[in-house]
């Protein structure tokens, strides 16, 4: 082999070498990127999990997004930030929702909320799980409670004015429970047996209002649930609002009066209609709202004096503002319904349904008139009784 031969073969193991080494390099880089990349979205699923803890969403064969509570899945977590033990941990919640006939799912990553407070302080609860442990499913329902008085020392975690809140942990949500009242104080006791100790297990911060219509005028449920939003406000901030029929008592207390991310029906199955969902726009009976979509949707109407139509006016506007109904399942959001005899229908209902959508801006909280006469609160609830005035023609 000649000198020029060596040298041109020398140069051209040189060449492959440094190719080898630049290739080797520039996998390394793309390998390091990936896992910088991997952990900025694991960072991101982390913050916006936070906003939907308390949420899952199952399938529901009409298409509507159903809410429950999630199944958390335990990771070891070396924060030292957090001093409760049982919390310390990484969760994923798997979300799988469905809008029409579209489905999406999605796996967020969640770290363990701590106290606000330092947490060396060991006499500052934790906050509550996502899930109480206190749950136990199916209730017995009573329909024949006990006298007042008796109810009154039974529930003995129960504050004036029909307040509650867990002792062991920090409440997650604020919850004004509001009952549209007149002339049937055996179903109010009866509602009262059965809801306290329920909500007590929930581990809610709540409080229950019963808005009394005052005078023979025709009964305005709706009026009435706008007046016990007003008037609860003017209490504490309350984060979301149940709006109860008195007659309406609960099967099972898995059925969650916590805030909903979207609008929520909640007396799916009522014994009444056989446990079955009479129609898919159903909303009243028991719903829940957040301050925000209440406030929103400018509350209920005004005009639906007598039996009906109020429901399905709140419907329109829900889905009129860009929102939905959210139900749990129907062997969970099960109720019994105490009898009772029939109210006087709204012959207008129909017309005011059919031209409701000129009003929604103009009928509601915005045009609420009324005169708080009397305000007490007993143990079991805090009692407004109100004259309402109707709305003056626009």
């Given amino acids: 082999m000649t000198v020029a031969a060596a040298v041109a073969l020398w140069h051209r193991a040189h060449l492959y070498k440094t190719i080898a080494c630049v290739l080797l390099a520039l996998i390394a880089i793309q390998y390091l990127l990936s ?80 106290s606000t407070a330092n947490s060396t302080n060991s006499t500052v609860p934790p906050r509550c799980p996502l899930t109480s442990p206190n749950l136990v499913g199916p209730l017995a329902v009573s329909k024949s409670p006990p006298e007042l008085s008796v109810i009154e020392k039974m529930f003995v975690d129960v504050k004036p004015g029909g307040k509650g809140c867990p002792s062991d942990c920090v409440a997650r949500h604020r919850v004004a429970i509001v009952i549209p009242f007149r002339d049937r104080p055996q179903h109010l006791q009866a509602l009262l047996y059965n809801l306290h100790p329920m909500l007590l297990r929930q581990q809610i911060d709540y409080q229950i209002f ?65 446990y079955r969902l009479p129609y898919a726009d159903l909303f009243g009976g028991v719903s ?56 006087k229908a709204n012959p207008k209902r129909y017309e005011y349904l059919k031209t409701g959508k000129k009003r929604f801006a103009t009928d509601g909280l915005s045009s609420l008139q009324y005169e708080l006469v009397d305000k007490q609160k007993p143990k079991l609830y805090t009692w407004l009784l109100v004259k309402l005035t109707p709305p003056q023609p626009s």
């Fill in 288 to 343: 829940a709202m957040s301050r925000e979509h209440f406030h929103l949707v400018n509350g209920f109407s005004n005009v639906f004096w007598g039996w009906g139509g109020e429901d399905d006016d709140m419907a329109n506007r829900i889905k009129a503002h860009g929102l939905h109904i959210s139900r749990y399942p129907a062997n969970v959001a099960r109720y019994k319904m105490l009898t009772h005899k029939k109210e």
């Fill in 35 to 114: 896992v910088v990349d991997r952990r900025s979205i694991e960072t991101i699923f982390t913050i916006n999990a936070t906003r939907y803890a308390d949420r899952t969403y199952r399938h529901h064969p009409r298409g509507l997004i159903i809410y429950g509570p999630v199944a958390l899945t335990g990771v070891p977590n070396n924060n030292n930030n957090n001093n409760n033990n049982n919390n310390n941990a990484t969760s994923t919640i798997t979300l799988l929702a469905t809008r029409g006939n579209s489905n999406y799912s999605k796996t967020e990553t969640i770290l363990p909320e701590s």
């Fill in 210 to 274: 019963v808005v009394e219509q005052k005078g023979s005028d025709a009964f305005n449920r709706a009026m009435l649930m706008n007046v016990g939003y007003v008037e609860a406000l003017k209490e504490r901030p309350f984060d979301c609002f149940i709006f109860h029929d008195v007659d309406l008592l609960p099967e099972d207390d898995r059925n969650l009066y916590t805030c909903p991310e979207q609008p929520r029906h909640m007396s799916v199955a009522v014994d009444k209609f056989k």
